[in-house]
């Protein structure tokens, strides 16, 4: 997915570019895991924006 969505959800300090790759990656990992069966893509890339915009804020904010 390509349509601009994740620069839109990217969390602030982030490259936009990385993120993009990041959640690119991931939700090709979440497909590879259900053997890529059809009708998910959306729910894929979704979840993993969320999952890498969590890993980004804890990147961002590290615990103290």
Same mark, same amino acid.
């Given at each position: 997915?390509? +349509?601009?969505?994740? *620069? *839109?959800?990217?969390?602030?300090?982030? +490259?936009? +570019?990385?993120?993009?790759?990041?959640?690119?990656?991931?939700?090709?990992?979440?497909?590879?895991?259900?053997?890529?069966?059809?009708?998910? #893509? *959306?729910? +894929?890339?979704?979840?993993? #924006?969320? #999952?890498?915009?969590? *890993?980004?804020?804890?990147?961002?904010?590290?615990? #103290?």
């Amino acid at each position: 997915m390509t +349509d601009g969505n994740s *620069q *839109q959800n990217c969390p602030k300090g982030i +490259d936009p +570019d990385e993120f993009h790759q990041m959640v690119s990656m991931r939700a090709y990992c979440k497909a590879e895991a259900r053997n890529f069966a059809a009708g998910y #893509e *959306q729910e +894929d890339w979704f979840a993993a #924006e969320r #999952e890498i915009a969590k *890993q980004c804020h804890y990147r961002i904010h590290p615990a #103290e």
